[in-house]
């Protein structure tokens, strides 16, 4: 069963007010929108967005058993990167024309279904093909992405490989890891989950081997980030979601990454400033005006408590900003 990672924080922060419309850009299971939904009611509506079909499907099925949900929950198969694009294609709709947006929410972890049902690759607790794409891949499947991490490990140069398990996952054996790869694959391709976490294990000191993480969370965070371009659409989805919201209205990111951390750390920076000119310039030439208010001075980690609960909460850190 997949938690809903720093819920009572979330419903806190986003400030919901009765009949105000949100949008949940990474719907997952719908924990977080199912509170949402209690508490914007009796009118106010959630769009759901997920690239995961599966999540989706399920929770339509789901719905179909709640009064009332039909019409204030409303669930988009697609990248939250095209955002804008999809709020336009929703205003085009005479229903939904005159929606205004209170608060957007980005929890950019992925479920325990995902992790533990789909057969996807994206655990290495269990033996699976090296797959990691977060989308489903069929002939009905409405995007198809032919990178999977499958590839990476057997085709991308050693230098490219290196470079995202350093730069991705921070992994410190990042060139003995890739140099293994580059051995093994020689030999043949590497194909499961469980290869891949033996050529880790082989490529890596045995003291690395009883720290509080697996020597393999690194590696397998990093093909993931790769394949889903999870950073890329993060930076394109965070000024869209600016434009998107009504004045009052705040962003909420739970990230779970460093990498992910700092992105939108910089850029809730950067939008709650005037000027944005590089400091050695005498005066402003760029015209910027901030859009933003920072909510969140510190950035919000769960409890003790939630991590005992949801020991996969434990790297939460979430950031609130508020639209001028």
């Not at 988009?76 to 947006?101: G, T, V």
């Not at 082989?202 to 999870?230: D, G, M, S």
């Amino acid at each position: 069963m997949h938690i809903p990672v720093l819920l009572n924080e979330v419903i806190e922060n986003l400030n919901i007010k009765s009949n105000q419309n949100f949008i949940d850009c990474t719907f997952g299971d719908g924990g977080h929108s199912m509170v949402i939904l209690e508490k914007n009611k009796p009118n106010g509506i959630v769009i759901g967005i997920d690239l995961d079909e599966k999540n989706i499907s399920n929770v339509k099925i789901k719905m179909l058993k709640l009064q009332n949900l039909e019409e204030r929950l409303i669930l988009i198969n697609d990248n939250f990167a095209n955002l804008e694009k999809i709020i336009e294609q929703l205003h085009s709709n005479d229903k939904f024309k005159n929606l205004k947006f209170y608060g957007i929410l980005l929890d950019l972890g992925f479920s325990s279904c995902q992790l533990e049902e789909d057969r996807r690759g994206f655990s290495f607790q269990k033996d699976e093909q090296l797959n990691m794409r977060y989308n489903i891949q069929n002939d009905n499947a409405k995007f198809k992405f032919n990178l999977t991490a499958k590839e990476i490990i057997n085709k991308w140069p050693q230098l490219k490989i290196e470079k995202i398990l350093k730069e991705y996952g921070e992994e410190r054996f990042a060139k003995s890891i890739t140099a293994k790869i580059i051995e093994q694959r020689k030999i043949r391709p590497i194909a499961t989950t469980f290869e891949l976490k033996e050529i880790i294990k082989k490529a890596t000191p045995k003291w690395y081997h009883f720290l509080k993480i697996h020597p393999a969370t690194k590696v397998f965070q990093a093909l993931r980030i790769a394949v889903n371009n999870e950073l890329e659409n993060l930076k394109q989805i965070l000024p869209q979601a600016i434009k998107i919201l009504e004045p009052g209205g705040r962003i909420c990111v739970i990230s779970f990454h460093s990498l992910e951390d700092r992105i939108v750390k910089q850029f809730f920076k950067q939008e709650a400033r005037d000027c944005v000119c590089p400091s050695e310039f005498p005066q402003c030439v760029c015209k910027h005006q901030a859009s933003l208010k920072i909510i969140t001075k510190k950035v919000i980690t769960p409890t003790f408590e939630e991590i005992k609960n949801n020991p996969r909460s434990r790297s939460a850190k979430m950031r609130i900003a508020e639209k001028f």
